[in-house]
């Protein structure tokens, strides 16, 4: 695991805390650079790099491998059934993570003095739906997450009942070939015979589960590099309970990718970096406007 604390840190104060979950076959180092524009771990565009400035702790924890020194590490997003184990590794072997990153939690707070009623979950592809299954079952720490390019897996095989208000923001490519926007036999490294759900099954579930509004708001994100190819739309359903929000960002024409992050290579770097006012200033900019209700 590494943490990220912020110069201006103060014991006396509280700070919220942000944990980046890592996609599938990764782990807590090069999660540091998936979040960073083209990959440069010094620019002060990474994920880190933003909490530094508005005042956050980074956390990036390693997930599940069936040997400890091993550095590729996957989630136990759930699914199984008619849908995808995912990711492959850690759902088939039934890890715990949901107790592992509640314990990742206990250690921070033990160590730094948090804002717990503002502590966040991120994610990327793997750790996109493993955010989802946080939200599902982690309300009671988690105030929102952020999903990019992985759905709620969990929730096609267990019930997903938070118990609490949290709020759900999901990005996704409509050319990512490594989780089909839609329900999709697409795979990167794990390929499975069952599919990955779709990101409309996955964001009309999160509809349902928090009670909001059926229509939502829709509109388009600037534009701010019009050569690459891609835009950026959302669609913000409100009026769910306790208040949260569940947000779909569709990145048109992008891929498997961290918006304003690196480029993944290989089989995993199909469709351009979004554009649009999407990246890692957006991320905190709407995850910091959450609060859990009672923390």
């Known amino acids: 695991m590494s943490v990220f604390v912020p110069a201006s840190y103060d014991p006396a104060q509280p700070m919220p805390v942000v944990v980046f979950l890592h996609g599938g076959g990764g782990n807590a180092s090069n999660a540091q650079a998936t979040t960073c524009p083209a990959g440069d771990t ?18 990036f924890p390693n997930g599940y491998a ?18 995808a184990c995912a990711s492959g590794p850690a759902c088939r072997s039934g890890s715990d993570d949901i107790s592992y990153l509640n314990s990742v939690l206990d250690e921070v707070e033990a160590e730094y003095t948090v ?8 994610g990327f592809s ?5 955010a989802h299954r946080v939200a599902c079952e982690m309300a009671g720490r988690v105030a ?36 089909g926007y839609d329900t999709s036999l697409a795979a990167c490294a794990d390929e ?21 509004s059926v229509e939502p708001a829709v509109g388009t994100l600037p534009d701010l590099d019009a050569d690459d190819g891609t835009t950026a739309t959302y669609a913000r359903y409100d009026g769910c309970v306790g208040g949260s929000e569940v947000e779909l960002v569709t990145i048109e024409g992008g891929g498997h990718i961290y918006p304003g992050g690196v480029k993944v290579r290989g089989a ?16 905190w900019e709407w995850l910091s406007q959450w609060e859990r209700a009672g923390a």
Request: hydrophobic share 40%.
């Open 42 to 59: 010094m620019s002060a565009g990474c994920l880190y790099g933003v909490g530094e400035a508005e005042g956050f702790i980074t956390v």
């Open 144 to 179: 929102a997450v952020v999903a990019v390019s992985g759905a709620n897996e969990y929730a096609t095989d267990a019930p997903c009942d938070p118990g609490e208000p949290v709020s759900v923001m999901h990005v996704h490519g409509t050319a990512d070939e490594c989780w």
């Open 192 to 212: 499975q015979p069952e599919p990955k759900v779709g990101v409309s099954e996955s964001v009309r579930g999160w509809v349902a589960t928090l009670a909001c």
């Open 115 to 122: 804002e717990t009623s503002r502590v966040y979950v991120m």
């Open 126 to 130: 793997n750790g996109a739906a493993m």
């Open 268 to 283: 995993m770097g199909s469709g351009d970096l979004a554009s649009g006012d999407v990246g890692n200033e957006f991320f």
């Open 66 to 83: 069936p040997r400890k020194a091993s550095p590729v590490r996957t989630w136990n997003a759930g699914g199984g059934g008619d849908y």
